[in-house]
């Protein structure tokens, strides 16, 4: 490698790696071809992988024995090799995880972007902007198995740990801020609810059934988290263009021992975008990968996805001022009361090196915090406390913490032993405390012990829950009244979708009631369509009120950005190659990522006079890719190559559909040509030509049809400008 290559990739190390990436590599392999030699699980090397030890017999006892020419005989149980193979293949899979089963995860780091949060905690990961914290982050469907696709309709789920000095902290999110149910005790029958049917398991990835849809019309808490899974935050476009929340309150303890309630808040960078359903459902098909794609995509070209970190803090003192009870794991903090403080950035900059350690054996709990956070008495963090440790171990055994993705950067030491697959080798002859040796003696909460706060209690011991925790359509109502027209156009489809794939009447019937808690035209909208009663009046007042922070289009970027987008630039034999390189090198530059869409795989020609050699190599060709799959289409000019775009049925559906999609189409020269005379695009002046402002003539010849994303639409239309 040159020296330049050398030192760019001694950067990139440097850029990509933190105390965790360096624990790691005491456990990672690296092969190089020829090495190492192939050896069992035993250390001996293998001489043939190829073939079970077994009888070549002979025709006659007087024939010779060639192994080439020789009759197959038994295998032999004896071959130790053969059976080493085949027993770690038996083994190979492990149980899912119940729910969050499919899931991509990568590597990053923390960083404390402002001093705020000594006011609440003492925690150095959250005040300490020396620091920078080691963090894995896993992205996930809920409802699917590990097979099923990315981009369903479906929560996502935010899982972080933090690789903090003082031990490992876990931030269990999702991407919506509230959840389905209140008390953790309701969460196996939201499961089974959610999940496929018990008689004929249907369906997959999936919430469009009737027992989904009959268990959150039975449980009204779930009213607010439905509203929000079936609003566009249900169809992410990107992992790295949600939001990510803690949901559940925790608490914040300062160094004078006062505690705030805290719920944490992950702000993308990138702002918060959307699939539409109809590109959601085809991507299903056409890359059911997508999301884990885009991430790894994104990381590896450098464009890291950001997030900001903010909180939301309430003193212990002021818990019962709010109308809902802030404990209530359905209802959100609204930002006019309790605004947010930004005090730190996540980065994810290195992908895995391999899925299944990393990825698949990541073990999160809720109950992993730091000094500095602890807990509240949210009745669905305090299950959740319960649940995650107990179901790693069924899923990876009780030395799961031994793992390397989940292994602490700071020393562990404890009388904890035995259990399966222990790693850990205490030379020592006690393994309790107290101890005639001193050995592992506890730590006060002055040396950076764990001290829960004092925290004082009276009551009757009861199952029941909370007085305001009874009220369940207030912040339904402030959820959808704070959507645009837009955003609750699409909501309305897709609970429409949804309860017209429930058979039983009894189901998507009684949901319209619910429905008209919430809003009276909505639950209209849904009745027509889905054949439920239509209510003539509505089932209670509208509060009027709107929240900031609840529609998406409250997370636009500061300015618009094309960074990372998927363009696509379609070409044909004859194109204008010189200009396709100018408006690509500009979109490059802009940080977005092109493709090269042709009629084949390999090289198209330029138009004449252009000289580029056997032509300009197209990634893809127009039937291996579809529209779905980008945010944004250029056509370059070309007379020769426009004529043959317009002759190909697949090419002019690629843009009618990116259209329907509300995506930026831009041409040039003839390409604008193209899009007016074969494409037919209804209602667009597709004549914007740049004039010159002195004589008024027209310099430039392009279209750009700006419907939909914004961002994509305004960007590529600055690019053509400069290009
Ligand atoms: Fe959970 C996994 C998020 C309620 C029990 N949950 C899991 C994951 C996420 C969440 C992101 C995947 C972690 C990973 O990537 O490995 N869960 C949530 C949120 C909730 C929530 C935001 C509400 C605030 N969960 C919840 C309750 C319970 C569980 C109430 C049980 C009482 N969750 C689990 C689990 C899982 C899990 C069964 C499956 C795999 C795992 O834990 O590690 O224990």
Known sequence: MSSIGQSVEKAFTTMTSTKKVVDLQRDIQKPQAGQPRLTTDHGVKVADTDNWLKIIGSETETQPIEPKSGKNGPSLLEDQIGREK????????IPERVVHARGTGAHGYFTVSSDRASKYTFAPVLTDSSRTTPVFVRFSTVQGSRGS???VRDVRGFAVKFYTEEGNWDIVGNDIPVFFIQDAIKFPDFVHAVKPEPHNDVPQGQSAHNNFWDFVGLQPESAHMVMWVMSDRGVPRSFRMMQGFGVNTFTLQNAAGQRHFVKFHFIPELGVHSLLW???LKINGQDPDFHRKDLSEAIESGAYPKWKFAIQTIPESREHEFEFDILDATKVWPQESVPLEEIGEL???RVVDEFFPETEQVAFCTSHVVPGIGFSDDPLLQGRNFSYFDTQISRLGVNWEELPINRPICPVFNHNRDGKSRHRIVKSEVNYWPNRKDIGRPVTGEEGGYVEHAQYLQGIKKRARGIKFQEHFDQAQLFYNSLSAYERAHLVSAIG????????????KSYI??????HFDLAKAVAVKVNGEVPTKPGRENNGKKSKGLSQLDFLPKEPTIVSRRIAILISDGFNAVEMQAVRAALTSAKAVCYLIGPRRNYIRPMAGQDFGPGVFADHHFDSQRSTLFDAIYIPSGEEHVKTLGKNGR???????????CKAIAAVGEGVGFLRDDVRLPG????????DQDSDEVVTSYGVVTTGKYSISSAVTDVLNIA
């Open 86 to 93: 085949i027993h770690r293949f038996d083994h190979e899979r």
């Open 149 to 151: 696709a990315d981009t």
């Open 278 to 280: 109809d590109e959601a």
């Open 347 to 349: 980065v994810l900059n």
């Open 497 to 508: 979708f949804e309860l017209s794939h429930c058979e039983d009447p009894v189901v998507y």
């Open 513 to 518: 009631d619910v429905l008209n808690n919430i």
């Open 651 to 661: 090419v002019v559906h690629w843009v009618r559909e990116a259209f329907g999609h």
């Open 684 to 691: 667009i002046d597709l004549f914007a030509p740049s004039r």
